[in-house]
Antibody
Framework: EVQLVESGGVLVKPGGSLKLSCAAS????????MSWVRQTPEKRLEWVAY????????YYPDTVKGRFTISRDNAKNTLYLQLNSLKSEDTAMYYC???????????WGAGTTVTVSS | QIVLTQSPAIMSASPGEKVTMTCSAS?????MHWYQQKSGTSPKRWIY???KLASGVPARFSGSGSGTSYSLTISTMEAEDVATYYC??????????FGAGTKLELK
């Protein structure tokens, strides 16, 4: 069974940092580009990071560029998202997702919750 | 970045009724995808490349559109279709963006 399991979400103060992890199983992780998508408390979906299968190419929207870093360890079948300089507007459920053709996100994890509050 | 506007924001339909929701883009997009999200769960792949149904999606669903105007249609509403539906655009380059969603309720 194809599965993505996120972890690492916590309550953190503004300006703080944390690292999310996503354990992949049931498919050839190293053969797929991967991504993170977040859902705000207002239920809006926002793409926040994308990494190529080898890790050599990454993309971010302007809202997180310079603060978030996506990375992967293909030997461990694990995807990461480093979140720095956190703001209250980064509060969201963070989903690990597998993009298919034309960035159609065909596999979603259950999500991990990040809350940024003093 | 391309802004997607979904309408209506909330709608209700009776069982057996035809349902149509729309997604309008601020500029032309190459492909539109759709996701279904039921309360308390993760979004689920639903329609890709504008009109192709993901595996397991009932045939009563369809997608259409081009350029800046896209739609998702349910030919006959069923109780299990209650959910929020999100559109997402792809246009060769990031950033990809999502619409704010259409919440579909049962009348």
């Amino acid at each position: 069974e194809v599965q993505l399991v996120e972890s690492g979400g916590v309550l953190v103060k503004p300006g703080g940092s944390l690292k999310l992890s996503c354990a992949a199983s049931g498919f050839a992780f190293s053969s797929y580009d991967m991504s993170w998508v977040r859902q705000t408390p207002e239920k809006r979906l926002e793409w926040v990071a994308y990494i190529s299968r080898g890790g050599g190419n990454t993309y971010y929207p302007d809202t997180v560029k310079g603060r978030f870093t996506i990375s992967r360890d293909n030997a461990k079948n694990t995807l990461y998202l480093q979140l720095n300089s956190l703001k209250s507007e980064d509060t969201a459920m963070y989903y690990c997702v597998r993009p298919g053709h034309h960035w159609f996100f065909d596999v979603w994890g259950a999500g991990t919750t990040v809350t940024v509050s003093s | 970045q391309i802004v997607l506007t979904q309408s209506p924001a909330i709608m209700s339909a009776s069982p057996g009724e035809k349902v149509t929701m729309t997604c309008s883009a601020s500029s032309s997009v190459s492909y539109m995808h759709w996701y279904q999200q039921k309360s308390g769960t993760s979004p689920k792949r639903w329609i890709y490349d504008t009109s192709k149904l993901a595996s397991g999606v009932p045939a009563r669903f369809s997608g259409s559109g081009s350029g800046t105007s896209y739609s998702l249609t349910i030919s006959t509403m069923e109780a299990e279709d209650v959910a929020t539906y999100y559109c997402q655009q792809w246009s060769s380059n990031p950033p990809i963006t999502f619409g704010a969603g259409t919440k579909l309720e049962l009348k």
